[in-house]
């Protein structure tokens, strides 16, 4: 396992997509971890992951758009993520391996 550390400056949508998503997540009432919620350290685990993903997929000149990441995202986690079969495997910066392993 390699450097573990995530800036800021890496995955610039990293802010605005956690900020959306804790609102969202705040406002459904599933912050509660005690009672089956996601806690703010799963998520920002699940939105590196995903933009790990997304950033292996992306052609060098592509800017990726928060609004483009939040539809795909929820998409990812609510239809096509298989929880029984795969989990998350958030890699350090000099790596390009990860995100979803069978």
Same mark, same amino acid.
């Given at each position: 396992?390699?450097?573990?550390?995530?800036?800021?400056? !890496?995955?610039?949508?990293?802010?605005?997509?956690?900020?959306?998503?804790?609102?969202?997540?705040?406002?459904?009432?599933?912050?509660?971890?005690? !009672?089956?919620?996601?806690?703010?350290?799963?998520? @920002?685990?699940?939105?590196?992951?995903?933009? !790990?993903?997304?950033?292996? *997929? $992306?052609?060098?000149?592509?800017?990726?758009?928060?609004?483009?990441?939040?539809?795909? *995202?929820?998409?990812? *986690?609510?239809?096509?993520?298989?929880?029984? $079969? $795969?989990?998350?495997?958030?890699?350090?910066?000099?790596?390009?391996?990860?995100? @979803?392993?069978?």
């Amino acid at each position: 396992m390699g450097n573990c550390v995530v800036n800021g400056d !890496q995955y610039a949508e990293l802010r605005p997509l956690a900020f959306v998503l804790k609102t969202f997540i705040y406002s459904s009432n599933l912050y509660d971890t005690y !009672q089956g919620g996601l806690s703010s350290y799963g998520l @920002i685990l699940m939105i590196v992951a995903f933009l !790990q993903r997304e950033y292996m *997929f $992306k052609k060098p000149d592509e800017k990726l758009l928060v609004s483009e990441l939040l539809i795909k *995202f929820l998409r990812f *986690f609510g239809y096509e993520f298989d929880y029984v $079969k $795969k989990y998350i495997c958030v890699e350090g910066p000099s790596t390009t391996e990860g995100f @979803i392993v069978p």
